[in-house]
């Protein structure tokens, strides 16, 4: 009954702030312990849903939780408790949200907030509640979009998320969250507009988004899409991307598209040798360009080598002999998992004594690291 399905929100409600001590307290560094509250944190919501609580009993514990809970790591989203909630409960939530917002005072000046970062040593106190104050800002900022999200308001996403318009993440949240409530065709605009904002990262990020909404719903107009984003942010993740898009058009853009990416070579000789796999390409391209990137040169190896083994030797052994250059327990490791490589290919190409000789070499040149001479004797080398 009712009273049976709403003791398991009681008992949460009721539960001390623990877990907030272990999140404060345990090593998160992987994330781990975070992902296991959010798990949490969407069965809650999924709970809600399916077994709805008292609507007072629900906004009382998300104010709670967000705002007196003693923690400031999670925030509850009303579009996920909203079916919970109904209309009713919504705007009893927005009423509660108003509430705390009156208790904030107006933001401060960017000159004030440098001021007061700086009391964190002469006034811990003051600190602490400017920093209190900032974050019950950002959450209420947080809810203002999540609502605006909830009751599917086109115009108060465009308000709530795209603010002045004058940064490309913010045009880009703005087309996910109308994407979020189907309006497509004013969520590929909004991410278009971040794209050509901003040369940054975060322009590429609304270009890529941008891409992903018209391959999903507008795939007649990707690759005009793909080359823009390409042309604007020439890598070997985009040039992939473009890559996939066009299909039987690639041969009539190639050309263009290794031209321009030659100009930054570890893209250039990743794209030749991970998307269109031409080894031989790659191989003769990484030393006209002076390629720097060297687990670039140990796939290239790897791959060239069977092919021409004896062409590869000279460039693992400058690996190996660049790799000592510094005393680390780790590039002894890697100069003993590369002379095993240069072993095998020396084998392969007839000229096995070239890994003998290169072994005399750095038994002699590293005649003072007994560490790496150890790793070398372990080896049987």
């Not at 950002?138 to 002045?164: K, M, P, Q």
């Not at 031209?259 to 031989?280: A, G, K």
């Not at 670039?296 to 083994?309: E, N, Q, S, Y």
């Not at 392969?348 to 690291?369: F, K, M, Q, V």
């Amino acid at each position: 009954g009712p009273r049976r399905r709403e003791g398991w929100f009681a008992r949460w409600c009721k539960k001390p702030s623990t877990p907030w001590g272990v999140l404060r307290h345990a090593d998160d560094s992987n994330g781990s312990i975070g992902d296991v509250f959010g798990h949490l944190l969407n069965l809650h919501a999924r709970l809600c849903r399916e077994a709805p609580p008292a609507t007072a009993q629900l906004v009382k514990w998300m104010i709670r939780f967000q705002f007196g809970d003693g923690q400031d790591f999670f925030m509850p989203d009303p579009v996920d408790y909203a079916p919970a909630l109904g209309p009713k409960g919504l705007a009893k939530y927005q009423a509660g949200l108003d509430k705390v917002a009156e208790t904030i005072p107006a933001e401060t000046a960017p000159e004030e907030k440098r001021a007061a970062l700086k009391l964190q040593s002469e006034d811990p106190g003051t600190w602490e509640r400017v920093a209190r104050h900032n974050h019950a800002r950002f959450v209420l900022h947080f809810n203002a979009e999540r609502l605006a999200v909830a009751h599917r308001d086109t115009e108060r996403i465009i308000g709530t998320h795209a603010g002045d318009q004058s940064r490309s993440y913010k045009l880009h949240n703005t087309a996910k969250a109308l994407a979020e409530i189907a309006e497509t065709e004013l969520a590929i605009e909004w991410a278009k507009r971040g794209a050509l904002l901003e040369e940054g990262h975060q322009g590429e990020a609304a270009g890529e988004y941008w891409c992903q909404l018209l391959h999903e719903h507008r795939v007649e107009v990707e690759l005009d899409a793909r080359r823009t984003v390409f042309e604007r942010w020439p890598s070997a993740v985009n040039a992939t991307r473009l890559h996939g898009a066009a299909a039987e058009a690639w041969p009539s853009m190639q050309t263009q598209v290794l031209t321009t990416l030659s100009q930054r070579p570890d893209d250039y000789i990743e794209f030749l040798l991970v998307t269109l796999q031409d080894v031989p390409l790659a191989w003769t391209e990484a030393h006209r360009v002076d390629l720097g990137r060297v687990d670039l040169w140990d796939r290239l190896i790897a791959t060239h080598g069977v092919h021409d083994p004896a062409a590869v030797l000279p460039v693992l052994e400058g690996l190996i002999e660049g790799g000592l250059t510094v005393a680390d327990v780790r590039n002894d490791k890697m100069a003993v998992s590369r002379l095993s490589k240069h072993r095998a290919i020396a084998t392969a190409a007839g000229h096995p004594e070239a890994t003998a000789a290169l072994l005399a070499s750095l038994r002699e040149s590293n005649s003072n690291r007994p560490r790496l001479l150890r790793e070398l004797d372990r080896l049987k080398f």
